[in-house]
DNA sequence: GTGATAACCTGGGTGC
DNA sequence: TGCACCCAGGTTATCA
């Protein structure tokens, strides 16, 4: 059994989907157990699997940090790691019948109906997927037709990173007049899809930008900066497959690798990378914050707001 | 409308 | 060794 697990931020969701699309697309769901109700809340366990048993996985998307899992008849399901989820898979249809521990949902798939894949015989083999959660934040959301999709994710998420129109000056405009810090604005899904604490971190000390900043006090230039670090940070992450903290492992056994390449995060009392000062962990919006302050200068206390975080 | 905070949840680490 | 406590963090709900 081979493990998909980290701390899902977009360039792990991204890492897997890119593994898992090939192996699920083409296949129909034959069965699908929740063992947690919590995960397809407000739905029932078997309301969920049974909108969803007999069709073929059309696609595997991304969005933000949410796996779109898109099935025959326009009916998808939007799924959330959270910050413990994690999706193994086995082949052959999973003949150990033994559960790893924090299994909350078994999914097992028929064989692949496409004809161009490189490996035909293993398309032609049955595959059992499971999705364990130690702490049992994920989700899993079933949306009927396109329309429902679009809506779901327009109330939800922002711009992803990784697009067109993911601009300095279109973050300049979203962040006009706002008085919050400029990593909660950065870990606000409902601005920007698909960055948490880790690329905060390092997207903020890559653009010199102290995190207590008030997101609304940025200059043209840092816009401009912060938008080149972000997706610098996010690709640097998709390239090395992710990062891993905890146990994060790919479908080849490999783990990612990103965590090698923190610049700040989790390296308190280490020195900056860039000016050899100490790197030094804050709070900022409740999570734990890691920032050179001699390359990312604390704004000037100015205004009630910017106190109150100080 | 905006921002802060609590709650959800459990494994792991720390201190006694 | 065993116990209690705290921390981690993505999202949502609630409150000011």
Redesign the pocket.
Same mark, same amino acid.
Request: aromatic share 8%.
């Given at each position: 059994m081979h493990t998909l697990d980290t701390?899902?931020?977009l360039p792990e969701v991204e890492t897997i989907r890119g593994q898992l699309a090939p192996l699920v697309e083409g296949r129909t769901l034959r069965r699908m157990e929740i063992l947690d109700a919590?995960w397809s809340r407000p739905l029932a366990p078997e309301e969920l699997s049974d909108a969803l048993e007999g069709r073929r996985i059309e696609r595997l998307g991304r969005r933000?940090?949410?796996l779109v899992w898109s099935f025959e008849g326009d009916v998808h399901l939007a799924q959330?790691l959270?910050?413990?989820g994690a999706i193994l898979f086995e082949p052959g249809g999973g003949r150990s019948g033994i559960d790893p521990?924090?299994t909350r949902v078994r999914l097992e798939l028929g064989p692949a109906r496409r004809g161009s894949r490189p490996d035909r015989e293993a398309a032609r083999r049955a595959v059992r997927l499971v999705i364990v959660d130690? =702490? =049992?934040?994920g989700t899993g959301e079933l949306l009927l037709g396109s329309e429902a999709l679009e809506a779901f994710f327009a109330a939800?998420l922002g711009l992803e990173p990784l697009d067109e129109g993911f601009t300095g000056e279109h973050l300049r405009r979203l962040a006009r007049?706002?008085?919050?810090?400029i990593k909660?604005f950065l870990?606000d899904?409902r601005r920007v899809a698909g960055v948490?604490?880790?690329y905060a971190d390092e997207a903020l000390f890559r653009a010199r930008v102290h995190p207590l900043r008030p997101?609304?006090r940025l200059s043209t230039a840092q816009w401009s900066a912060l938008r080149d670090a972000v997706m610098a940070a996010l690709q640097a992450g998709i390239d090395a497959r992710g990062a891993t903290i905890d146990d994060f492992r790919d479908i080849d056994g490999v783990s990612g690798s990103f965590q090698d390449q923190f610049l700040v995060h989790?390296r308190a009392g280490e020195p900056c990378p860039r000016c050899g000062g100490e790197i030094v962990?804050m709070?900022v919006?409740? =999570?734990?914050t890691y920032v050179c302050e001699t390359c990312q200068p604390r704004p000037r206390r100015r205004g009630a707001?910017a106190r109150?975080?100080l």
């Open positions: 701390m899902p931020e919590r933000g940090k949410y959330h959270r910050m413990t521990p924090h130690p =702490r =049992r934040f939800r007049g706002r008085t919050a810090p909660a870990l899904q948490g604490n880790i997101a609304g989790r962990k709070v919006g409740g =999570r734990g707001a109150s975080y």
